[in-house]
Structure formats: C-alpha cells, structure tokens
C-alpha cells in the first residue's frame, strides 16, 4: 500500500463518511411496495457515486423488481478483471422504539457509524467506490479492470439478478467476483469466508373454518389453524436442536479435519458469544456439535413469524379462519434445495392436523457453497488483508446466505472473494445496527491494495 493512496483515503475520511451518510439516509427497503420511490433514489445515487469515482458505461437496468446498477473500466489490457458485487436495498427498521437513534438518520457514536444498512450492505459496498476513487485520484489510472454490478433485490431473494447473470455471461465476464458483506472474525482480525449456507424460504397458510368463529359457541369442535400450525412446526424440530423432517441430513458433509482444527485455534469462547452476541439464558441445537459446527456447518430449521388470528388490545374470543407462519431451512454445501423443498412438503403433507388444510409456498432458494481457499485471488486477498491489519488471515464460514456467491460459480464460472469488514456485534436486520468507522477506512485501504496485488 503506498503512502501516497493512504494519505489519500486519511485526507479524505470526512468525505467519505458524509457521502456514506447520504447514502444511508434513504430508506430503501426493499421488500416494502411504498418505499419503490427509495428504491429508485438510491439507484441514482449508486449510479452517480460510480461516474464519480471514474467508472464508465454506467448504467440503471430495469427489471421486473428493482433495478440493477452496472459499470465497468476496462483499460488494462493483459490485466485480471474483478466483478465487484453490493447490494443498496436494507431491511425493515421494524420495531422502531427499539433504535436509539433513528434507523434513517445515521449517528456516529463510540467509534461506529448507526443506521440501517451501515454494515448490511451500504457502508461495505460504498467501500469499493471509494477504493477505486483512491487509486485513480493517487495514481490517474487502475492496475487491473473491473466490473460494478449492484442489486437491490438481496435482502428479499435476489430473483432480478440471479436472471440476468444467467442470461449475461459475456458482458459479466470476469477472473474473479470481489464480495464485501461479511464480517471479521473479531475486532482486527483479517478474515476471509469460504463457505457459505443456503437459504430456503418459506410460507405456510393454514386453513381450518370457511370463517371466523365465536370459540364459546364452537370451540372444541372446529379445527384452529393457529394451533394447528403450533402442532405442525413443534414436529419439524426437537428439543435437543434436530430437524425431524426425513431426508434434511442426507447430504451433510462434516468439515474436514484440517477445517475444524483451524475453527479450534479461533479466539472463540462460547459465554462470550453466550453473553455479547446472542443475550439469552442458554444457547440451544446439536449439543454433539461445537457451536461453530452449529453455525457455519450444520443445516437449521427456523419460525421466523406466525400471523392468525385476534392480536390486537383487549379480548376477542375468535377461532380464526387463516393462519401464516414464516419459516427457513439454511442449508450447506452440497444438499439441494428441490431435494429439500420436496421434502418439507411431504412431511407437511403427513403431518397435517386434523380439519386443517395446509399450503406451501416457496419464496426464495439457493444452495450452500464453499470456495476453495488455494485459488490464487483469495491468497492474493489473504496477503492484502494481512499486510494492512498487520495480522495472519483467517478463514471461516459464515452461516449466513448470499445466493449471488451461487449465480457466479454457476454461470460465470469464477469463485467469490468474500472480503468483508463487519463485526459480529453489527446487529444486522436488528435494531441499532452499526458499522465500525476504523473498519470503514481500514477496508477502503485493503480493497485498494488487493487492487493492486491482483492487478500486479
């Protein structure tokens, strides 16, 4: 890294947070209808932060959802090509009396900047922008040629830019995708992912009564979908953490020896994530698992909301008609999500109550992956992020999904590098969700120089 780029990005720090600033304050959640008009705004704003920083052929790309932002620089002929992937669409702020300060209004306290999409994926997207501005500022050209693709569909699906990957394998070309939106092991701790879960998701509608129904003059006697729904999902997992569900382990692979001999060497105490990141009495799931085996390398079975029935103040004595419940199964390496879907159907199916009728509708789903960590891009990243943090990379996996990872391994045939810069305390799709400003600058810097490394 030279002096001249890092005394570029020191210089330029209030910029950089102002601009991240904007950014965040446009509450583009994407899986509400009346917040399209966010949406667009930060297309715009996405689109005009890559002219900025020199980028070219920028363009917005309609689709059925939300738009894509593309744009590219391709002057360095002989050179790697590196697709750098984000995402500008945030979660629901829901509940909002749980903020200390407003989602939308970003605040910097304690070192991190707080708002909705700070770490999740404005602030590390916005990283590579900036990173690219650093080196042609410093240098008035790039060491190697990159490729911008940008959705705003990730936090409910990503259905508009697994198609066009799919369907733009030539203009998307590139050696490698570059990925920020994950997080650092620890506090100062480079760490670069290499696994990642699937995600299949959810609805199931129960119907008991052709009403709603006064529970005095018919309870007993009519089905209720609620409690039906109760019954159901109480048999898909048991106390001690395993899915009930035929066929879900079928395709489990354990992590090699090597994988969880390395897990075992990470600074992980289990009170401390106990204590700071989960904040419950106890931790549950396989207890013949380490709790990172449960985490990174283990299929889950989650309720994320039920809806039915009489919620409101007071009291309504109703057996309700209809009732919803929100569920995911998170997925690893090697088992199919079809295979999966196909399954939890049939044990629905099986396992229905009596006088309820249920269906399923699959909202999202994409497979687990991993990436192998010998490839010369992530062992290029893994000196780079090394030589800024001045600390041995590490590599882990994360439970988490990000089906893009899945569209480019498919059909681009390149691996991801998933370099990000959050912490494990962020509080992502929660309440009071953060990102460190250190790691904010820090990651501008690494992304810059892996430019340089790979470029080299």
């Known amino acids: 890294m030279s002096a001249s780029t890092d005394a570029f990005i020191e210089g330029n720090r209030d910029r950089f947070l102002n601009e991240l600033k904007d950014f965040l304050r446009i509450p583009s959640i994407s899986t509400l209808p009346e917040h399209r008009p966010d949406l667009d705004r930060a297309t715009q704003f996405v689109a005009n932060s890559l002219r900025g920083a020199g980028l070219e052929n920028v363009e917005i790309i309609p689709t059925e959802k939300h738009p894509l932002v593309y744009g590219d620089w391709l002057h360095a002929p002989g050179k790697p090509t590196v697709l750098c ?32 999409g700070t770490a999740d994926d404005k602030g590390q997207m916005y990283m590579h922008v900036k990173a690219v501005e650093t080196l042609r500022a410093v240098n008035g050209t790039l060491p190697l040629n990159l490729k911008f693709l940008v959705e705003g569909e990730e ?29 650092l092991y620890a506090p100062g701790i480079p760490t670069l992912t290499i696994g990642l879960r699937g995600l299949v998701y959810l609805e199931v509608e129960a119907t008991g ?20 729904l109760i019954e159901l999902l ?22 090699a020896p090597s994988e969880k001999e390395s897990w075992a060497r990470l600074p992980f105490k289990e009170k401390d994530f106990l204590k700071n990141e989960v904040g419950s009495a106890k931790l549950i799931g396989e207890s013949k698992f380490s709790v990172l ?30 009732a919803m419940a929100k569920v995911s199964f998170r997925l690893v390496p090697r088992q199919d999500p079809d295979k999966i879907i196909a399954a939890f159907r049939q044990f629905v199916k099986k396992n229905a109550p009596r006088g309820i009728q249920l269906e399923v509708r699959v909202l999202s789903a994409s497979p687990g992956l991993s990436v192998n960590p010998d490839h010369p891009a992530i062992q290029t990243a893994a000196r780079a992020f090394s030589d800024i943090y001045q600390k041995p990379t590490v590599f882990i996996r994360d439970g988490a999904s990000i089906p ?20 494990p305390d962020d509080g992502l799709h929660s309440p009071n969700e953060k990102y460190s400003l250190e790691n904010y600058y820090k990651g501008i810097m690494t992304i810059a120089h892996f430019f340089e490394e790979y470029g080299k």
């Open 234 to 255: 109480a048999k898909a997992k048991n106390s001690r953490g395993e899915i009930k569900v035929p066929g879900i382990y079928d395709d489990v692979e354990p992590p």
């Open 155 to 183: 936090e409910v699906g990503g259905e508009s830019i697994a198609k066009y990957v799919a369907e733009n394998p030539q203009k998307l070309r590139a050696d490698v995708a570059l990925v920020s939106d994950t997080a």
């Open 293 to 322: 085996e449960r985490i990174w390398a283990r299929p889950t079975f989650e309720v994320h909301g039920i809806a039915g029935g009489f919620t409101g103040p007071g009291s309504k004595t109703v057996i309700p008609a209809k």
């Open 85 to 116: 992937y984000g995402h500008y669409d945030v979660q629901p702020a829901d509940p909002l009396e749980l903020w200390t300060t407003p989602p939308f209004e970003p605040s910097v306290r304690d070192g991190s900047i707080y708002g909705r």
């Open 209 to 228: 009564p052709s009403r709603d129904l006064h529970s005095g003059l018919y309870g007993g006697a009519a089905p209720n979908p609620v409690f039906g």
């Open 404 to 423: 893009v990872v899945g569209d480019f391994e498919n059909h681009l045939g390149i691996p991801t590098v998933l370099m990000g810069f959050g912490l």
